[in-house]
């Protein structure tokens, strides 16, 4: 585990697991550095940086919420990758695209793909598609 994202001294601001397994939920909640992932996400704990894991089991026992539960009390953010389907998502990419969006919010990174929810069911798309018209404007230079 030499790898330089092992070490505290590496900055970075933080680090998303996607998708976390239980096994890897788990390690982290634990400390447990079985491998470099876990090692990754104890040093973003211990620095007090941003981390966010996207768990992906179904359905979750006992132990795999205590093990969320000890981690979002230490300030971890858990995603579970849920579809939306306030967005009416139209292909698979659609919902990965919605999970993707969220887990770059976290960091305040841009998501200029996302379909942002403005309080209305019906505009959800009518607002992507003036998202991304705008953006392809953006690009062509009108």
């Known amino acids: 585990m030499g790898a330089s994202i092992s070490s505290g001294s590496f900055k970075t601001d933080g680090m998303a697991v996607m998708p976390c397994s239980v096994h890897t939920l788990a390690g982290i909640?634990?400390?447990?550095?079985?491998?470099?992932?876990?090692?990754?996400a104890d040093v973003v704990l211990k620095e007090r940086r941003r981390l966010v894991l996207v768990v992906r089991e179904t359905p979750l026992s006992e132990v795999h919420l205590e093990?969320?539960?000890?981690?979002?009390?230490?300030?971890?953010?858990?995603?579970?990758?849920?579809?939306?389907?306030?967005?009416?998502?139209?292909?698979?990419?659609?919902?990965?695209?919605?999970?993707?969006?969220?887990?770059?919010?976290?960091?305040?990174?841009p998501a200029p793909f996302a379909k942002r929810w403005d309080g209305h069911l019906h505009t959800a798309t009518?607002?992507?598609?003036v998202a991304g018209s705008s953006s392809q404007a953006a690009?062509?230079?009108a």
Do not use: C, W
């Open 29 to 40: 909640a634990n400390g447990y550095g079985e491998h470099l992932v876990h090692r990754a």
């Open 67 to 109: 093990n969320m539960l000890k981690l979002a009390r230490m300030g971890v953010t858990i995603v579970p990758p849920v579809p939306a389907f306030y967005n009416h998502p139209q292909t698979v990419d659609d919902i990965v695209n919605h999970i993707v969006a969220r887990v770059l919010d976290q960091f305040d990174l």
């Open 139 to 141: 690009k062509s230079g």
């Open 126 to 129: 009518k607002i992507a598609t």
